[in-house]
């Protein structure tokens, strides 16, 4: 997984139309994202949307992928 929101999220709702992907969504109680449909968003846009509206800057680098890792995901999200 590339990405994760920490537990200083406050379900702000603004990350979650914001992804291509469609990775993020409502846990228990705060939003998560799905590593298996992460790419932060390469392949779409050149940096993670998310992080980019976030306002409390919660969604953080949770474990180094490569560019070649998340290409193939992308790859195999949308063919």
Known sequence: ?????TQQ?????MCEPECPNGAISLGPDIYQIDPN???????????PQCQAVCPL?????HVAE????LLAR???LWG
Do not use: K, V, W
């Not at 997984?1 to 929101?5: D, V």
């Open 57 to 61: 800057d919660c969604i953080t680098m």
């Open 74 to 76: 992308f790859a195999a």
């Open 37 to 47: 449909r992460c790419t932060e968003c390469l392949g779409h846009y050149p940096a």
């Open 1 to 5: 997984m590339s990405l994760a929101i």
């Open 66 to 69: 490569s560019q070649q890792c």
């Open 9 to 13: 999220c406050i379900n702000c709702e």
